[in-house]
């Protein structure tokens, strides 16, 4: 009988901790993430005709190397749509994050995570394990996050890969510069968490600032980027805060804007020096799976 198989699965931003999901860290100390599933999709449609021939295809919304967890996703939708309709979660996530390091993939968790649950998601990471929480502020707070917190792809590329090689290099000679902005970013995850269970804007504000301080010590590098086009706007007071999305060093920058300032001025702003604003909303559902008889 042939069948259409439609998966999927979606990106997500990286409020705090990310770095400290990576094994390297997370074999040593708990990795201490907090991140939001967002409505920019991977979508993965597999047909099985009458002959059981297979057809397979994908979609993203966002472009590979944007910092969103892409491949995460794309592998969170794979999975989800060869394994069928018994496995939970975050089967799927962790069947998803052992694919791609099978295919070399050394980074964290946090990307197949997010994908597959949804939502607001606290997670915690001990060596293999994953302890998930989710963070349920109101429709109000949410709201105020989708509309103070814009995204922002600076169309530059990047290869996350490439980016934590040398951090991971110096993490493992014992580097203490390096041990103590991965801590810093650490503290950054669970002051986040607390933030959004107690709603409070200047909690999320500060966190941003420590993972700040943390990345600009891991490396300048993975900030440069962004740091030009929004420090007139941090100096001024109408950017409270802002980091990389992933691993930084391109892709889409994440900008938390002040309740004073005024959205649209930024967002002309930004957009007039070459960068595209990304409109989201927080996915509360994760990974999707619909089957149908054709």
Known sequence: MAKRISVRAPARIDLAGGWTDVPNYCNTKSGEVVNIAINQYTN????????????????????????????????????????????????????????EALLGN?????????????????LTFNQENVEHQSLNPSNEFISWLEHR???FNSKITHVS??????????????????ISALDKIREAGLSMAKAIRDESKIGVVNSLKLVMNGVDTL??????????????????????AWKAMGAGGGGVV?????????????????????WMHIDWKMDKIGFH??????
């Open 44 to 99: 993965c449609i597999m047909e099985i005709d009458d002959e059981r021939k297979i057809t397979l295809s994908y979609s993203t919304d966002m472009p590979t190397g944007s910092g969103l967890g892409t491949s995460g996703c794309m592998n969170v939708s794979l999975i989800g749509t060869i394994l069928g309709p018994d496995y939970d979660s975050e089967e799927i996530a962790e069947l998803a994050y052992q694919f």
């Open 106 to 122: 050394k980074g964290g968790r946090q990307d197949q995570w997010a994908s597959a649950i949804g939502g607001i998601s606290h």
């Open 149 to 151: 917190l814009l995204l």
């Open 161 to 178: 890969g490439d980016l934590h090689k040398g951090v991971w290099d110096r993490f493992h000679k014992g580097d203490k510069e390096i």
């Open 219 to 240: 490396g300048l590098e993975l900030h440069d980027p962004f740091r030009d086009n929004l420090e007139p706007h941090f100096s001024t007071g109408d950017v409270s």
């Open 254 to 274: 994440g900008v938390l804007i002040s309740d004073t300032c005024v959205r649209d001025n930024i967002i002309q702003d930004l957009q007039s020096k070459g």
């Open 289 to 294: 799976r619909n089957e149908t008889i054709l």
